[in-house]
């Protein structure tokens, strides 16, 4: 009997806590979920081991190469003074990694990939942006832009020596014009790709027109891209190249110029080390450029396998 | 309960694609009237014009003809996919809709972790959208549509691709969330027994054009279980209703 008492002075008094208590449950529910639902981290791994990983392959490849490339110089199929040893070539790489001049010529031919990169990142990026926002833009210049991707960029050097003389401007001109339609596209494939559902989200906070571009389009075109630069920059890379062997410009002694210059005084181990200079600062910014991408990959969850 | 403060007013709503005479009638002279604070759900077979509906009361499309009245009310309308902005945080993804509307910044933090408290979620504020299981992304979305302070809510089979256990917990959540804030929900959905659990009426629509076909009131009290006597018992005669209509279609 007194139990029964108490047991229904609980049940009268204790609305309230009851239902607080019913409330922490719920909450103990849905936090319980989320903690089954996500996946427990996985193991990471060493910064050594997770290197090595990624090297060996590569170090595998190259030492292929160079024992290829030494096989063919034993077989005498051409003098040694054409087709030097890999050796002589790693001491003549080592001569010039010493030298002031050599880096003085990295350097020019460096400064002026990044300022043309940098002029055909604007040029492209407006194009791109006014050409994905304007339809009759679109249909008067969308194919042209894919057009000039496709154009060998070594075309445009005669019209350039023309227009600026043998000078800096004719090398900016062309790398410019190899570089720009690749980031255009770049931004066009993305905005034109943004996702409708992120499109609807935007409008029903409220965005429209520039806001909307701002806040959603822009950002979501991101990776495309990222991925548009990099082609962008291939291409301003192999500009330039062609360019330092076709416009020599007095006084001003470029990768281009000392390669020429190389094979000239027919000293070839030379000229086959700035061939492996200018791989190497190819494969350098290719890594650059993968960072960048696997990171923001890795960001939005794109990744594959997750 | 009688209406006298109106969230949502549907008058004579019809919605036509394309021109005649290859148009599609999508919805046909829909009225509805969804009082403040009450929690209506919408159902019907595929083709009834569901999320045409929503989408016409969100402002994102116009009608063909018809009246839709949403009064002041700020509205907002949520998918069945989160639809949440990769390159923002869980944190960043409620900001922006404060944002917009002009909050003022050290306001803004405060208001987002109050937000992901409302949604229990205070703890994921710094990780990425895609750290997160479909249901917690759900419950972001809902945390960004509250900060537009919204007082209507649309909801377009917002739990449809959760499973059965996460939709059940969810439907509590959003049952207390609706509480909390007083909001008025228009909640579409093809699944009978959820509308029965969560709404206070449920208007079943016709298909090709979506018309109004009955619509029930549903009297249990709350909280309701989704595998109870009651909502089985409703949702059954609902669900004869639909069998009838999806049949209508088969000749």
Redesign the interface.
Known sequence: MATDQRIGDEKSTDGNSTDEKG?DE??A???G??AL??APAGRTGRFAEKLWRAAWPKLLAVLLAVLIWQLVVWSGWRPEFVLPSPLWVWDELTVQLLDASFWDAIRLTMSRAVTGFAIAVIVGSVVGAAVARFAPLRAAIGSLITGLQTMPSIIWFPLAILLFQLSENAILFVVVLGAAPSIANGLITGIDYV?T??R??G?????RGV?LYR??IL??S?PSFVSGLKQGWAFAWRSLMAGELLVIVPGALSIGVRLQGARELNDAPLLIAYIIVVLIIGIIVDMLFNTVDSRLRR????EAG? | MTITDTGIDLTAVSKFYGRAPAAVHALDEVSLRVGLGQFVCILGASGCGKSTLLSLVAGLDQASGGDIDTGDHRVSLMFQESALFPWLTVAGNVEIALKVRGVPKPERRDRVTELLDTVRLADFAAKRPHELSGGMRQRVALARALAQDAEVLLMDEPFGALDAMTRDLLHDELERIWRLRGLTVLFVTHNVREAVRLGDRVVLLSSRPGRVLAEFDVDHPRPRRIDSAEVAELSAGITDRLREEVARHGH
């Open positions: 409330t719920a909450a529910r849905i936090t979920l989320d639902e996500l996702p559902a992120w609807r989200a409008r029903v906070l409220g965005l806001a806040y959603v950002p979501a991101l960001r939005w969850g794109l997750q």
